[in-house]
């Protein structure tokens, strides 16, 4: 069973910085993208960062120049270091991984259950 698991999650104050981490485990062949999501209270889950195994990213609008993404591919590991974060960056924020397993034929979409950060004075 292949899954992943977010952590780093917390509060913090606004103008402060936060390091989210994401390991992937499982029978696990590839792992083409690995990003995170985000789900505000009252909106829908968007997009983030994105990172695909060759290293190219892709950021939302509103975090550019604040969130890093990186990862490690011999880990099976993503991190979200956020900085200059504000009150509209609370959230819960998801780990999401396309993945194919050492058995599969093609990649499924792998999420983990979510970790709260709180950016709060």
């Known amino acids: 069973q292949v899954q992943v698991v977010e952590s780093g999650g917390g509060l913090v104050q606004p103008g402060g910085s936060l390091r989210l981490s994401c390991a992937a485990s499982g029978s696990i062949f590839s792992i083409y993208t690995m990003g995170w999501y985000r789900q505000a209270p009252g909106k829908q889950r968007e997009l983030v960062a994105a990172i695909t195994s060759g290293g190219d990213t892709n950021y939302a609008g509103s975090v550019k120049g604040r969130f890093t993404t990186s990862r490690d591919n011999a880990k099976k590991t993503v991190s979200l270091q956020m900085n200059s974060l504000q009150p509209e960056d609370t959230a819960v924020y998801y780990c999401?991984?396309?993945?194919?397993?050492?058995?599969?034929?093609?990649?499924?979409?792998?999420w983990g259950q979510g970790t709260l950060v709180t950016v709060s004075s």
């Open positions: 999401h991984a396309s993945v194919k397993s050492t058995m599969g034929v093609r990649y499924v979409e792998v």
